[in-house]
């Protein structure tokens, strides 16, 4: 699918959602937070260093689950096969004040992000 966004913005955005997500949201040059819903934060005493792990190291990227190219969702699978779990991740880009969208995406200066770590039964 295209987007009305030069392909270089989107190159751009791709790295530093890559970025974000493999340091943790502790890359100084790539700001914004790591949340979580109750129902992750509820796995992450059984399955924290799992859900961590297969998230920084997440590179299934498909034009199913990503058809921008933005690099901004994805789904991990935690657990043994008794008890599997799926959860989504997805990054949101927001203002500096985390109000509105960002109006220039690209630009981390303008631009904080927001991974949001889920079950799929809370979309």
């Known amino acids: ?3 009305d966004m030069p392909a270089s913005d989107t190159e751009a955005i791709a790295g530093q959602n890559d970025r974000f997500r ?3 949201g502790t890359d100084a040059d790539i700001p914004g937070r790591i949340v979580m819903t109750q ?3 509820a796995l992450m005493s059984d399955h924290g260093p799992e859900i961590l792990s297969k998230l920084i190291s997440f590179a299934d ?3 199913d689950n990503d058809p921008y190219g933005n690099r901004d969702f994805g789904v991990l699978t935690i657990g043994s096969s008794e ?3 799926r959860l ?3 990054i949101d880009l927001y203002d500096v ?3 509105y969208g960002s109006e220039s995406p690209c630009d981390p ?3 904080r992000r927001v991974l949001t770590l889920l079950l799929p039964s809370e979309y």
């Open 22 to 24: 493999v340091s943790l």
């Open 88 to 90: 989504f991740w997805k």
């Open 61 to 63: 990227f498909s034009d």
């Open 83 to 85: 008890d599997r779990q």
């Open 1 to 3: 699918q295209e987007r």
């Open 109 to 111: 200066a303008q631009t």
């Open 97 to 99: 004040d985390y109000l």
């Open 39 to 41: 129902g992750v934060n």
